[in-house]
């Protein structure tokens, strides 16, 4: 440790599960002037903030707003605020962060119902179907939309109509797809989403975008018990988000900056058209992985994550370590089960780009090589170029 020289962090190419890539313009707006949290100057700044909010989560709710911390705040927002002590909450749970939210409502105080999928593969809409006939008293279904853990998309919409039916609350999990997946809010009908800053937003990691539909705000209007968290009851939240403006807790104030620009980055793009950049790289990614001979974990995979399993006899941690070193490239390793077999390639937001996918495919190519993997040279490139072209004709 020497604690005397000057902070100069590498630029890594972050090709990761988060962060991805923040671009200057962000980091200038984190370094603007810091205002007071009742300044009216910085009230205006949240203003826009929740509405480009909107804007992305596409939803006209009223209560939409950015929760101090990062993703997990938002997954804990989101529970703590519908789930009363004893209420009955359905869980979907195929990877880590599925498990995640069982464990964050179990702590709340919900009487959690399971309903698992193998990792790598979807939950079906039967299984939610038979879930709710079993346990008619549930309240809430919880799903995750991007499972960041196994790469796998969760499609929701029969999930979201047939919740609503019921008359249950959907909270979805966003935290990999806003921004860079369709994740349209009031027409699938979901009830809360959370996401975070540092993925397909481009902004360092911070803050917790949400919103609650005003049903899922009648349910917290008629809870019978304080929502079990301080800091995050959004009924305390709600009186400084709206015009009253009641302090609650300092806002990191230059985090909302940061955010506000990421906004505006993703809407002067258009969210159609970054969705559309997303779906290109991805597409040209999978084509030189798989020209590698590298294969995907996940049935239905997301765009803005390629989970692929490690091939036999090659040492994963040598591989992420050489990325990092001699190429200057982040990407994750794998999570829970998946530790040692899998790796996860971000292309998130700033990350998604054909300059990172053709990097990252080079290098790839090399490390392999050297590990022993029989691979053509060249073919990944070739690949990923064509995808590129095919792809391209089709716009
Ligand atoms: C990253 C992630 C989270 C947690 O977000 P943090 O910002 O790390 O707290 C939750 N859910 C999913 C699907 C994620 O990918």
């Avoid at 975008?209 to 917290?220: E, M």
Wanted: charged share 20%; glycine share 8%.
């Amino acid at each position: 440790m020497q604690l005397n020289r000057p902070l100069n962090p590498t630029e890594r190419v972050l090709m990761g599960p988060g962060p991805s890539t923040v671009p200057q313009r962000v980091l200038r707006a984190l370094a603007a002037p810091t205002l007071g949290h009742l300044d009216p100057e910085y009230l205006t700044i949240m203003d826009e903030t929740r509405q480009m909010l909107r804007q992305v989560f596409q939803t006209n709710n009223e209560m939409t707003l950015a929760i101090s911390g990062t993703g997990s705040a938002g997954m804990e927002a989101a529970v703590c605020n519908l789930v009363e002590t004893g209420d009955e909450m359905i869980v979907c749970v195929n990877g880590v962060f599925g498990g995640r939210m069982k464990d964050v409502a179990q702590r709340f105080g919900a009487v959690v119902h399971a309903v698992e999928a193998p990792w790598g593969q979807g939950i079906e809409l039967e299984q939610i179907e038979a879930a709710l006939k079993a346990h008619p008293k549930t309240k809430i279904v919880g799903i995750v939309h991007a499972e960041t853990s196994t790469g796998e998309h969760q499609p929701l919409e029969a999930i979201a109509k047939l919740v609503r039916k019921s008359g249950r609350l959907l909270i979805v999990d966003a935290v990999t797809s806003l921004g860079g997946i369709d994740i349209p809010v009031d027409k699938l009908g979901i009830d809360v989403c959370y996401s975070g800053t540092q993925k397909c937003l481009s902004c360092p990691p911070g803050l917790a975008p949400i919103t609650f539909s005003p049903r899922a705000v009648d349910a917290i209007d008629r809870r019978q018990s304080k929502v079990t968290s301080w800091y995050l009851d959004v009924s305390m939240l709600r009186s400084y988000w709206s015009n009253e403006r009641v302090y609650h807790h300092t806002a990191p104030i230059n985090m909302t900056y940061a955010l506000r620009e990421a906004l505006q980055i993703v809407l002067e793009e258009g969210l159609e058209e970054r969705i559309a950049r997303h779906a290109h790289n991805y597409r040209m990614l999978r084509a030189g992985l798989e020209a590698l001979g590298l294969e995907y974990i996940p049935q239905h995979s997301l765009t803005t994550l390629n989970a692929i399993k490690i091939p036999a006899g090659v040492d994963d941690l040598a591989v992420r370590k050489r990325l990092l070193k001699d190429f200057n490239i982040e990407i994750g390793a794998g999570l829970g089960p998946f530790k040692g077999q899998a790796w996860r390639i971000g292309l998130m937001g700033a990350s998604s780009s054909q300059a990172n996918v053709m990097l990252v495919l080079s290098a790839l190519e090399q490390l392999l090589v050297e590990q022993g993997v029989a691979v053509e040279r060249g073919a990944a490139q070739a690949a990923a170029a064509v995808a590129n072209k095919s792809v391209a004709s089709l716009v």
